[in-house]
């Protein structure tokens, strides 16, 4: 099993450009997460989703696009990059089943946006 | 508005001594609180987590402290060692989670 796989690992952009970040798992979880992390702010949520065809917004949403066509798979889009979403993108995924919905996470992408 | 609350920003710690972090949140409908590590490079792995109807929770070297009332929770760390040099989070929530702003550990040995 992969786990939580994310590409790509690393991503320059210059402002105005798009991109997605892609997120893939194997483990079934109904439950996938994306948030950013910047230095001395934690993680923050982005976008969430509770299951394919259902997304919701968190904590700091503004700039990005998400989908859930299947269970696997989770795709961040950035329509227009700015400078201010340059960070570490991490995905996680939890299973609704879990006594401690324990998330799990991906590698993380590092993106720079010039 | 930051609902978690993560002290102190840095810590440095002899090994074999006790590495002590504290959060603190605000809603009180959060009832899941759970602690991850962060090595360089790598996503935050869940370390240990508890839920609000007990007090304290201990995995080896590592415990929870939870005091409902004070609407605080802490993460002790037993026997410190050089290899729990990392980033801490503390996080709180129920649907989603929220998570403090990390405390960076160093273990000098």
């Known amino acids: 099993n992969a786990g939580v796989t994310q590409t790509p690992k690393f991503q320059v952009l210059k402002t105005g450009q798009s991109m997605t970040l892609q997120c893939a798992q194997d483990m079934n979880h109904e439950y996938m997460s994306w948030y950013r992390q910047d230095p001395g702010m934690g993680l923050r949520l982005i976008h969430y989703s509770v299951g394919a065809g259902i997304t919701d917004q968190g904590e700091v949403p503004n700039g990005y696009n998400v989908s859930r066509s299947t269970t696997e798979d989770f795709p961040l889009r950035l329509l227009s990059a700015a400078p201010s979403q340059t960070s570490v993108y991490f995905c996680a995924t939890t299973s609704r089943g879990s006594s401690y919905n324990e998330q799990f996470f991906g590698p993380g992408t590092r993106l720079t946006v010039l | 508005q930051q609902q978690v609350k993560q002290s102190p920003q840095s810590l440095i710690v002899q090994k074999g001594g006790i590495s002590i972090i504290n959060c603190a949140y605000e809603n009180t409908a959060f009832d899941y609180f759970p602690w991850y590590q962060q090595f360089p490079g790598k996503g935050p792995a869940l370390l240990i987590a508890?839920?609000?109807?007990?007090s304290e929770k201990k995995e080896g070297r590592f415990t929870i402290s939870f005091n409902k009332s004070a609407k605080q929770f802490s993460l002790h760390i037993m026997d410190s060692q050089p290899g729990d040099s990392a980033t801490y989070f503390c996080?709180?929530?129920?649907?989603?989670?929220?998570f403090g702003k990390g405390t960076m550990l160093l273990v000098s040995p």
């Open positions: 996080a709180a929530g129920y649907s989603t989670l929220t």
């Open positions: 508890i839920r609000p109807d007990v």
